[in-house]
């Protein structure tokens, strides 16, 4: 149908001859792997003709949530194999090789995939079961091709959708943003009560030290930093200048390159970190970590712990710094300069050689970069600063400092994307709510949400309560 229009259509004979999906073949070739995942994802398939390739009956209740972080294609399915539920994750490549091709049976990402889909393939030992698509799609290849640069094809199958999201679209946009303040409230509680606790143990210094350098870690390298701060009493004790911390903490996290790294700049900075490590590295060597606890694979230069350690150094020998802190924290500020007045604190002096590198082996730069941004210092404020600052002012029976802390986080701009939020708007706000999340607090109340009902539930929301609690809000 498309080939008879190019004759009167321009626009559609460029489509047809430059786009790569238009011009795919059902015969001679498997699609692109990209294809076979809008496909799963949509589930455009015969549905009632599905069937593993050991013959068992499959019935995909929920096919998964696509994944676009290192793993499986899709995670948190559930399906049904012979009469039998499972849960876990799906697979896709295009023949069974990929499965040790890619890596994926020594990769430990991949140990709860349930089944690995196919394109086609033939019925070989696999540890869990496998299904073809290339004889159940309900429609020819060229048309899903064709339907793949069709904005259906681009958005979210409503199918996916959770069972609160009805109730949560069919709130007045108040009484969402209401509801969306009290959770993010439950977090900002939860999380400044975590630090009490630690402070309990060690003090509310040393509590402080410990959720930063947790929150440098970002998600990949949260307990070896832990384990860093843990160690931070034995590291400043003399009180250390900045090279020295540096060297301190680049030595016992095991990041400190044994060999130079081959470039003027960084061979002469390696070597001052050296010349300080080596005299102290035994002393310190209780506390030292080995290489592979980092996880360094597919970090942003920015987020590498080299980095963060670094920025770390910088504050732990600043014998002001804490004073800084706390009159920012004091001082009233209108809600376009928090962020701004934090990062001037948590920014520091130009470093002369991270300003420059984002790690030891990377290539110099021209254009300085500061060792922390916005989104690092929203994410610091948001789960640490503001956090302390109001559970000590509880602890001190402060109120007024303790409604700083909070009009402060409730006026905080809005935080750096991430996976979990953008799957939560798709699941739970359909995508049309996104105007209520303008500030990093509404996102923090989505998150406990999807932290307190949904990640205790399935991807189709069995035994979830959230639903009908919704429910109740708009009959009040």
């Not at 896709?92 to 890619?102: A, F, M, P, Q, S």
């Not at 140990?111 to 869990?128: A, C, D, K, Q, T």
């Not at 080995?290 to 150094?313: D, E, S, T």
């Not at 009159?327 to 948590?346: C, I, Q, R």
């Amino acid at each position: 149908m498309v080939v008879s229009l190019l004759g009167t259509n321009l626009y559609a004979q460029w489509r047809y001859e430059h786009l790569p999906f238009t011009t795919l073949q059902e015969v001679g070739a498997a699609p692109p792997e990209r294809l076979l995942q809008v496909i799963w994802h949509h589930q455009r398939l015969k549905r009632d003709a599905m069937q593993t390739l050991d013959g068992k009956t499959l019935q995909v209740l929920h096919p998964g949530f696509w994944n676009s972080e290192p793993g499986p294609d899709f995670r948190n399915a559930v399906i049904k194999i012979g009469g039998e539920i499972k849960t876990g994750d799906i697979e896709l490549d295009l023949t069974h090789r990929g499965w040790r091709d890619h890596g994926h049976h020594s990769n430990p990402n991949f140990r709860n995939v349930i089944l690995h889909v196919i394109w086609s393939g033939e019925n070989l030992p696999m540890p869990f079961p496998v299904l073809t698509l290339g004889n159940i799609l309900d429609a020819s290849l060229p048309e899903l091709a064709e339907w793949l640069g069709t904005e259906p094809a681009q958005g979210w199958p409503k199918e996916l959708s959770g069972n609160c999201c009805a109730p949560l679209c069919a709130l007045e946009s108040d009484k969402l943003g209401d509801l969306l303040r009290q959770a993010a409230l439950v977090r900002f509680q939860r999380k400044s009560k975590e630090i009490e606790f630690r402070s309990r143990q060690v003090g509310w210094t040393q509590a402080f030290w410990e959720s930063a350098f947790r929150a440098l870690g970002y998600k990949h390298n949260t307990w070896p930093m832990q384990r860093i701060a843990e160690c931070l009493p034995a590291l400043t004790s003399d009180a250390p200048n900045l090279l020295q911390m540096q060297a301190r903490l680049l030595g016992i996290s095991g990041l400190l390159p044994g060999e130079l790294p081959g470039r003027s700049g960084a061979n002469s900075y390696v070597q001052q970190l050296w010349n300080i490590w080596w005299r102290e590295r035994e002393s310190l060597a209780e506390f030292s970590l080995p290489k592979n606890v980092w996880k360094l694979a597919g970090i942003r230069p920015a987020n590498h712990p080299q980095r963060r350690l670094a920025l770390a150094a910088h504050w732990l020998s600043s014998p002001d710094f804490f004073h800084r802190l706390e009159n920012w924290f004091a001082t009233a500020k209108p809600e376009k300069e928090l962020l701004p007045s934090l990062l001037k604190v948590l920014q520091n002096d130009k470093d002369i050689f991270w300003a420059k590198h984002w790690t030891f082996s990377s290539a110099g730069f021209e254009t300085e970069q500061t060792l922390i941004g916005e989104n690092r210092a929203t994410d610091l404020a948001i789960n640490v600063v503001l956090p302390w600052f109001w559970i000590r002012s509880v602890a001190g029976k402060n109120q007024v400092m303790q409604r700083a802390a909070e009009n402060r986080y409730f006026e905080w701009p809005m935080a750096e994307d991430n996976s979990v939020l953008k799957l939560a708007r798709k699941r739970l706000l359909s995508g049309n709510k996104n105007g209520l999340l303008k500030s990093a607090a509404a996102q923090q109340g989505l998150l406990q949400i999807v932290r307190d009902f949904c990640e205790h539930s399935n991807a189709i929301c069995e035994n979830c309560r959230f639903p009908d609690l919704v429910k109740q809000i708009k009959q009040a």
